[in-house]
């Protein structure tokens, strides 16, 4: 397959500037301007994810002002990628069905000209989840969501880690959970962004989000977010709501902070892990825009110096 250009995912209005050049300035005024757009427009952002989570993902897209929708069969996804502004798919747990599914959805999407998000959760546990990854390699997604180890394995596994898995730590994915750091990871990060033409965010305890010219850390978020089932998967759902309104850099980077900034605040105001998956969404729901664009975030060149 040849390798698509940056501009080769659809998205709207500043898709194809050239991300290389952004500053810190610009991009925080972007992420401002994706949470005001969400909160003005409600766009639709489909999901076929995870069965355990779907109530939680839904939730959290409502949250930050999109909507929701949850299908898992083959013409229902090729329907909503036509009817929604992007799409997210989470391979959490998987149906015969979307054997057919998920590479159906990923050719309407890209037919579309429609961003996808793809979270590749348990990559390595049974062949589906690996043969649905290598199938969806041709129309790939806008933006690649997960922990460390597996960004390190899809890199792996569409051939382009290349020597980007030597600081890997782990033994890959162990379940659902990460065995490797997220800076072990960012090697592999940046060359599947480069291949996608997309952004890939990888979570842990400080997050990175790059576009394999540019690599953001941000910083946040509360341990108690991993005592509860879904956070990861929601937040793949809120970067596609952010997806139809803003490129996959500026997509990720945003629901990456809204996720950060929501974790502290729901922790501050919890008294364990069930008040503080509600407190989580209220937290999500009166973010605003400006609070976004002042969230902690630390951006870097390839080279690893500090951006301009």
Avoid at 50 to 67: C, D, I, K
Avoid at 192 to 205: D, E, K, L, N
Avoid at 268 to 295: H, I, K, P, R, W
């Amino acid at each position: 397959m040849t390798e698509p250009s940056t501009c080769a995912i659809s998205a709207p209005a500043d898709a194809c500037a050239s991300r290389s050049t952004r500053t810190e300035a610009e991009l925080r005024a972007f992420m401002a301007r994706a949470v005001h757009e969400v909160r003005e427009t409600n766009p639709l952002a489909p999901s076929i994810t995870n069965t355990v989570t779907q109530n939680f993902v839904a939730n959290a897209q409502l949250a930050v002002g999109g909507s929701a929708a949850m299908v898992y069969l083959p013409d229902e996804g090729e329907c909503v990628a036509a009817l929604g502004g992007a799409v997210y798919i989470n391979l959490g747990t998987l149906l015969p069905v979307y054997e057919q599914t998920v590479p159906a959805t990923a050719r309407a999407c890209a037919a579309a000209g429609k961003p996808w998000v793809l979270d590749p959760v348990g990559i390595g546990i049974g062949s589906l989840r690996t043969q649905l990854i290598e199938a969806v390699r041709e129309n790939p997604p806008a933006i690649l969501r997960g922990n460390a180890s597996e960004i390190i394995a899809v890199a792996e596994l569409w051939g382009l880690a290349g020597d980007s898995s030597d600081d890997a730590s782990g033994d890959g994915p162990r379940g659902v959970d990460s065995t490797d750091s997220v800076d072990a990871a960012e090697r592999a990060a940046m060359a599947c962004a480069r291949f996608t033409g997309g952004a890939v965010a990888v979570s842990g305890a400080t997050d990175l989000v790059t576009d394999g010219a540019q690599v953001a850390r941000l910083s946040g978020g509360s341990p108690l977010m991993t005592c509860i089932t879904g956070s990861g998967c929601s937040l793949g759902g809120v970067a596609a709501v952010y997806a139809c309104v803003a490129d996959p850099f500026v997509a990720a980077l945003t629901a990456t902070a809204v996720y950060n900034l929501a974790g502290l605040r729901a922790a501050e105001a919890c008294s364990g892990s069930g008040s503080f998956q509600v407190a989580f969404l209220d937290a999500l729901y009166n973010l605003t825009a400006e609070e976004v664009a002042e969230a902690p975030l630390i951006l870097t060149g390839a080279s690893g110096t500090q951006a301009l």
